[in-house]
T-cell receptor, first 111, second 115 residues
Framework: QQQVKQSPQSLIVQKGGISIINCAYE??????FPWYQQFPGKGPALLIA?????SEKKEGRFTISFNKSAKQFSLHIMDSQPGDSATYFC??????????FGTGTRLQVFP | DAGITQSPRHKVTETGTPVTLRCHQT?????MYWYRQDPGHGLRLIHY???????DKGEVSDGYSVSRSKTEDFLLTLESATSSQTSVYFC??????????????FGDGTRLSIL
């Protein structure tokens, strides 16, 4: 019940396209769902996060969509750029507990 | 960039030797974390600290110990390194006032190889 399943493992997108990464969780007590972006040789950085009281959160070209009944959430990157090429991790937790991370998605955006 | 410095950045050592990794922060954040990152596993929490001398175990704490004698420093020690502890280790910090203390900023990692 503690797992967070992330897909796809890798993703190739043309510049200007939409990148979509999906995550699924089992623990209905989870109430915090962040996404992290990691460039090669660097540590992850918090990108955007959502709580289950909203179904969508948008920050610039990055949007989290949240489906509480399906226990799924996804990251959408609109107008994907080569600079978005990185590994993306979803995560989930209860407010009083520690984060459980997905296994990561390597995104490559080609010009 | 958040002021997090991990040292060393790279280390190669032999099985059975003790190893200490250091995380230093200049943000005065209360929470500090140690994670390991392995292919196919994402990031897994080893230990965390919620204040000076206050630490607790994460999901993969066996074989690791930590200490936090000052707000700015969080040390991770492998008492007797094993090959299974070959990994990239990340330190993270967070301000309890934001996102309920979940990790916000990560260091650039220490690549540890145990031969």
């Amino acid at each position: 019940q503690q797992q967070v399943k992330q897909s796809p493992q890798s993703l190739i997108v043309q510049k200007g396209g939409i990148s979509i990464i999906n995550c699924a969780y089992e623990n209905t007590a989870f109430d915090y769902f962040p996404w992290y972006q990691q460039f090669p040789g660097k540590g992850p950085a918090l990108l955007i996060a959502i709580r289950p009281d909203v179904s969508e959160k948008k920050e610039g070209r990055f949007t989290i969509s949240f489906n509480k009944s399906a226990k799924q959430f996804s990251l959408h990157i609109m107008d994907s750029q080569p600079g978005d090429s990185a590994t993306y991790f979803c995560a989930a937790s209860r407010t009083t507990d520690k984060l459980i991370f997905g296994t990561g998605t390597r995104l490559q955006v080609f010009p | 960039d958040a002021g997090i410095t991990q040292s060393p950045r790279h280390k190669v050592t032999e099985t059975g030797t003790p190893v200490t990794l250091r995380c230093h922060q200049t943000e005065n954040h209360r929470y500090m974390y140690w994670y390991r990152q392995d292919p196919g596993h994402g990031l897994r929490l080893i230990h965390y600290s919620y204040g000076v001398k206050d630490t607790d175990k994460g999901e993969v704490s066996d074989g690791y110990s930590v200490s936090r004698s000052k707000t700015e420093d969080f040390l991770l020690t492998l008492e007797s390194a094993t090959s299974s502890q070959t990994s990239v280790y990340f330190c993270a910090i967070s301000d309890v006032r934001l996102d309920n203390g979940q990790p916000q900023h990560f260091g650039d990692g220490t690549r540890l190889s145990i031969l």
